[in-house]
C-alpha cells in the first residue's frame, strides 16, 4: 500500500498499536465517560508508575499507551518523536482515534456483531504472536539443544496415497468416472484398504484406482513429507502408523484418503543445522508451532469444507 501522507500511517499503525494492543480495549479505561463506562470491561492492569499524560472527554490517554503506539511506528515514523513537537503530533493521532472510538460507542457500533469478531479476530492474532515471540524468545539459544528439546518435529515420514474423488471434492474424479457422493466414496475406499490389508500391492493399485492424477503415475508417492505440510486431520493418521502399514480411510475436502507410510526417521542434527542458521528465527518459530499443535486437540467439521460455496463477487 503506498504511503500518501505519513498522517495515515501514524493513524493505521497506532490503530493497531493502541487499540488492538491488549493495553486497552474499546471504552476499558477507569476514567471513560458516563455513556462508556457502565458498559466497559475491567482495565487491564498498568506498569508501575504509569501517568495520565492527555485526556479526551475524561477518558485517561496513559504514559504507556503513547510508548506503546510510539513502538509500533516505522523506524521514520518514530524520528519524529524525538522533538517535543513531533511526541505532540503522536499524541494529537492517539486523541483523534479517542474520539472517533468514542463516536463509535455512542453510535452502537461497539455492539455490531461484524465489528466484534474482527476485534476478537484481531485479539487473537495479537495474543498469538505474543505468545509466538515469548515462547521462541525463552527456547534455547544454542542449535544443537534447541534440536534435541524440539527432536520431534524434524521427522521425515515418506508417505503414498491413494485418493477417491467425490462430486465437489477439490481432486476430481477421472474424467468419465460415475459419480459418487463423499459416501459412496468412503464406501469404496474401505473396499481398497481391504483390497490392499489381503496382500494386494500399493503401488499397482494407486495407479488403477487414485484420482490423484500427480502421485498414481509415481504408484501414489508423495515424496518425504514434515511436521506442518498436512492438515492436522490428515497427519495424525499418517503419524499413528506403522512403516508398510495401510490407514482406514480419511475423509478430507481433497477427497477420501488412504495412506501407507513407507519409511520414517529423525532428520539428523548435522543436516538440519545450516537450516537453523540460515533461517533462524523463522524455522524456530515453525518448529515450536508444529510442536504446539501437535499436542492440541483439534477438530473440524468438515462438512463445511466439502460443501461447495458461491465465489465472492470481485469489486
Not at 503506498?2 to 497506532?14: A, E, M, Y
Not at 544454542?142 to 462430486?167: C, H, M, P, S, W
Amino acid at each position: 500500500m503506498k504511503r500518501i501522507v505519513l498522517w495515515s500511517v501514524v493513524g493505521l499503525l497506532i490503530v493497531a498499536g493502541v487499540w488492538y494492543g491488549g493495553r486497552q480495549g474499546i471504552g476499558n479505561t477507569p476514567e471513560a465517560s458516563v455513556e462508556t463506562s457502565s458498559k466497559s470491561p475491567a482495565p487491564a492492569a498498568r506498569p508501575a508508575g504509569d501517568v495520565v499524560i492527555a485526556r479526551v472527554n475524561g477518558e485517561a490517554i496513559y504514559k504507556s499507551d503513547y510508548e506503546v503506539a510510539l513502538a509500533s511506528l516505522p523506524a521514520q515514523a518514530k524520528a519524529i518523536a524525538a522533538k517535543p513537537s513531533g511526541r505532540r503530533l503522536i499524541l494529537d493521532e492517539i486523541v483523534k482515534l479517542k474520539l472517533l472510538k468514542q463516536q463509535a460507542e455512542a453510535m452502537g457500533v461497539d455492539k455490531d456483531p461484524e465489528i466484534l469478531s474482527q476485534v476478537a479476530a484481531m485479539r487473537d492474532n495479537i495474543l498469538a504472536a505474543s505468545a509466538l515471540e515469548k515462547i521462541v524468545s525463552e527456547s534455547p539459544t544454542d542449535l544443537q539443544a534447541f534440536y534435541e528439546k524440539y527432536k520431534n518435529q524434524f521427522r521425515a515420514t515418506n508417505v503414498r496415497q491413494i485418493l477417491i474423488g467425490y462430486e465437489g471434492s477439490i481432486i476430481p474424479q477421472k474424467p468419465g468416472a460415475e459419480k459418487m457422493s463423499e459416501a459412496q466414496a468412503a464406501v469404496k475406499a474401505a473396499a481398497i484398504v481391504a483390497r490392499l490389508r489381503k496382500g494386494e500391492d500399493f503401488a499397482t493399485v494407486a495407479k488403477a484406482e487414485s484420482d490423484d492424477v500427480k502421485s498414481n503415475e509415481h504408484g501414489g508417492d508423495l515424496g518425504t513429507l514434515r511436521p506442518g505440510q498436512l492438515g492436522p486431520n490428515l497427519e495424525g493418521p499418517i503419524d499413528k502408523l506403522q512403516v508398510n502399514e495401510v490407514s482406514d480411510p480419511v475423509t478430507s475436502p481433497y477427497g477420501v484418503h488412504i495412506f501407507q507410510v513407507t519409511a520414517r526417521e529423525v532428520t539428523p542434527f548435522e543436516q538440519v543445522k545450516p537450516a537453523l542458521e540460515q533461517q533462524g528465527m523463522n524455522l524456530r518459530a515453525q518448529v515450536v508451532v508444529n510442536a504446539v499443535r501437535e499436542g492440541a486437540k483439534i477438530e473440524v467439521e468438515e462438512s463445511f469444507f466439502s460443501q461447495q460455496r458461491p465465489q465472492p463477487q470481485v469489486q
